[in-house]
């Protein structure tokens, strides 16, 4: 398996459970700030929901309204008394969006806007057809004229995509964790139940992150990964239909087998307390199985628990039990999955905005009150229930909405790809196709409005996840269409790391380790790429702002094109009656151990025979 630069990973700090009471704290000082930094929308699914009526998000509070002003940025100077190896470690060297890396004003901005028009203009001048008439004089001016009026366009639209880069944006703080005082007071036994947690959340790290290494195993697009709760083995799912369990440190692959699924493998998750022994799968066909692994590393079986009427895109599991998951698909249904029933699967509630359903996308358990659930897909709502509470005819059974206000009422068709809480319960994160990344506070009343936006990566083609990264949801971390991945501060909104990912131009999935600075991701490449923050120098953002600004052109260029989507519900339909069948008996021999054995509820639909008909890197 290939390795980047040969490099190993760093900081073996231990496993030590974080302090769920400490605040999370962004890292860095002051003068880290960044010129702009950006969340794209969640994308993978294109569908033209219909408008959707629905409460009018409240506006913000008015201590969020001064503090979301456009902010300058920070100056850069070093902050007294701060050592070299502060410095080094700890990312308080100032970052710009530049090629250069240097902080420029506006004037330095503009003397290079100017410099660039004359350029092209001298250049028009050298290409133009030399003549002597008057005529000729006459379109000269002319053409000057045209060609000034095309560069006052140009340097307007370059003004107006800086100042989006540079709205709703936050000073960085100070960091908060020093490299070298902080190994000191471990040595001598001071803070060591702390040190891994704060090295996991420091600014400093995080703009080190760098490749390691690949886990190359698949034959299809990577679709998922997940840590089991150790951090000591990761699983991965794949449009190969197939299920790998990998010693990530030793880049090796303990366990392989075939998920039993007749489409492409969204998500493979480890329950937990379960001993690694059980992993739960759901896929494009709507089946949602178990594996039953054993310790002799090979899989005993797998069994369909549920189906769902769609793909099934994501699975919410309860972060204290074993044997009880949520799941929810297209066909707008929500499972709650009990694996001590006889019948696992129950109905917990159909979403609809008034009489239309809503398909799902996403869903995720409250970590701290998992009673509560919150769901996202084909329109602009988040969603949470209280499963105790679900009363379909009551508000559709919904506890509480949010939206961001200028998405309520827009004739852009969005849909939310990807949602999961903080580590505490108290924000949930949102990914928009088309449009950025949203920050909710769990706790406001229904209707009430972001607190953050992330802008910056382009959501459109595939699914894209989302994600919290660092041991209190210090950053926020996600892919994009332009293939690299992006990294914000979650209190400010900058960008503090912006790194290559797929080759194949998109990064869908994002997984921190839960113990260690690292980070495994996947995408439309056939691999798993490891990520450590063992680069020499901080990141310096090279050529991030010229992709953020692209993205932006690309993501308004393409709102044209939404109407001519096509249903997946069509789509699905049509894939599965063109697709070449095989007998039932070529498919019993090949789904080795596989039993099949159907644990459906009652009003789930049979799936057909056939061999398997997944379609690669498909949009959803």
Request: proline fraction near 4%; aromatic fraction near 6%.
């Amino acid at each position: 398996m290939a390795e980047a630069d040969g490099k190993s990973s760093v900081l073996n700090g231990g496993s030590e459970e974080p302090d769920p009471g400490e605040d999370q704290r962004g890292e860095g000082d002051a003068s880290t700030a960044t010129e702009g930094q950006s969340g794209s929308q969640a994308g993978d699914h294109r569908l033209k929901p219909e408008r959707q009526s629905g409460s009018q998000a409240a506006p913000k509070e008015a201590g969020d309204s001064a503090k979301d002003k456009p902010t300058p940025d920070a100056e850069g100077e070093r902050v007294p008394g701060e050592g070299v190896e502060e410095e080094d470690m700890d990312g308080s060297g100032l970052y710009s969006l530049n090629e250069e890396g240097e902080r420029d004003g506006e004037g330095g901005r503009r003397e290079r806007v100017k410099e660039r028009d004359a350029g092209k203009r001298a250049a028009r001048k050298r290409n133009r057809p030399s003549g002597g008439t008057a005529h000729h004089s006459s379109s000269s001016e002319e053409e000057d004229d045209d060609e000034e009026e095309e560069d006052q366009e140009e340097e307007e639209d370059e003004q107006a995509l800086d100042v989006w880069l540079g709205a709703e944006l936050r000073d960085l703080s100070r960091p908060s964790w020093r490299a070298v005082p902080s190994l000191l007071l471990r040595e001598i036994g001071r803070g060591s139940h702390q040190f891994v947690r704060r090295v996991c959340g420091a600014r400093g790290l995080v703009q080190r992150l760098e490749l390691q290494g690949r886990l190359e195993r698949h034959t299809g697009c990577v679709n998922t990964l997940h840590f089991n709760p150790s951090g000591t083995r990761l699983a991965s799912g794949s449009d190969d239909l197939r299920v790998v369990v990998w010693d990530w440190a030793r880049r090796r692959a303990e366990l392989e087998f075939d998920s039993g699924h007749k489409s492409n493998v969204f998500q493979a998750k480890f329950l937990p307390h379960s001993g690694d022994s059980t992993l739960a799968m759901c896929a494009r066909d709507g089946q949602i199985r178990v594996a039953e692994l054993s310790a002799m590393q090979r899989c005993k079986n797998t069994k369909r628990v549920a189906q769902h009427k769609g793909a099934a895109h994501k699975l919410a599991l309860e972060p204290d039990s074993p044997c009880c998951f949520l799941s929810a698909g297209e066909d707008a249904v929500v499972f709650g999955i009990d694996l001590r029933l006889d019948r696992p699967a129950n109905k917990l509630v159909v979403v609809k905005e008034g009489d239309k359903k809503v398909g799902l996308y996403t869903i995720f358990v409250n970590p701290v009150n998992t009673h509560h659930f919150a769901v996202g897909g084909r329109d602009q709502y988040v969603r949470i229930y209280d499963q105790r509470k679900i009363n379909e005819n009551d508000n559709n059974g919904v506890l509480k909405k949010f939206c961001p206000s200028h998405l309520v009422s827009s004739e852009s068709k969005t849909n939310i790809t990807c949602l999961l809480y903080s580590h505490d319960g108290t924000e949930l994160l949102t990914s928009y196709n088309d449009e950025d990344i949203y920050l909710f506070d769990s706790s406001h009343s229904d209707g009430a409005d972001y607190c953050r936006r992330y802008k910056g990566h382009r959501n459109n083609a595939t699914v894209k996840g989302v994600n919290f990264y660092g041991p209190s949801s210090e950053f926020v971390v996600s892919g994009s269409d332009c293939g690299h991945i992006y990294l914000w501060d979650k209190v400010s909104a900058r960008i503090v790391q912006f790194m290559e990912g797929d080759r194949g131009g998109v990064v869908n999935c994002l997984e921190p380790h839960p113990h260690l600075p690292g980070l495994a991701t996947s995408g439309l490449d056939h691999d798993v790429k490891l990520w450590a923050p063992t680069a020499e120098n901080p990141t310096g953002l090279k050529g991030l702002k010229d992709v953020m600004k692209k993205n932006k052109r690309e993501r308004d260029e393409d709102t044209v094109r939404h109407g001519d989507q096509y249903d997946t519900q069509l789509l699905w339909f049509l894939m599965r009656h063109m697709r070449n069948r095989r007998s039932q008996r070529t498919r019993r021999e090949g789904a080795e151990g596989d039993t099949d054995e159907s644990w459906s509820s009652p009003d789930s639909s049979d799936e057909e025979n056939g061999g398997p008909d997944h379609v690669q890197c498909m949009s959803s």
